[in-house]
Nanobody, 123 residues
Framework: QVRLVESGGGLVQAGGSLSLSCAVS????????MGWFRQAPGKEREFVAS????????YYADAVKGRSSISRDNAKHTAYLQIHNLNPEDTAVYYC????????????????WGQGSQVTVSS
């Protein structure tokens, strides 16, 4: 059974940074494209960033482009997301996801999901 566990969320001041990790177990991490999504209260889950199986291709949502970085360490079976210059609109539950196919901006393109990590940005 594939399991994804996010860590690193919490309360952050506006202008600060966050670093999230997603540890994957029970599957073949090196064969999964990885993505990060977020869901704010009352809103749909939205794409944040994704990375291909070998890390050679990365994609970002316009809302975080230029101030975020997605990466992965296949030896550690872990994906990472950093977002800088946070603002209150970044407040959400952040989810990591894995796909056995090509990475996508669509949540339906992912096969496995973590339980989510709350990030709250205070103004």
């Amino acid at each position: 059974q594939v399991r994804l566990v996010e860590s690193g969320g919490g309360l952050v001041q506006a202008g600060g940074s966050l670093s999230l990790s997603c540890a994957v177990s029970g599957g073949s991490f090196a064969s999964y494209g990885m993505g990060w999504f977020r869901q704010a209260p009352g809103k749909e889950r939205e794409f944040v960033a994704s990375i291909s199986v070998n890390g050679g291709a990365t994609y970002y949502a316009d809302a975080v482009k230029g101030r975020s970085s997605i990466s992965r360490d296949n030896a550690k079976h872990t994906a990472y997301l950093q977002i800088h210059n946070l603002n209150p609109e970044d407040t959400a539950v952040y989810y990591c996801a894995a796909t056995r196919s090509h990475v996508s901006k669509l949540r339906f393109g992912y096969d496995y999901w973590g339980q989510g990590s709350q990030v709250t940005v205070s103004s």
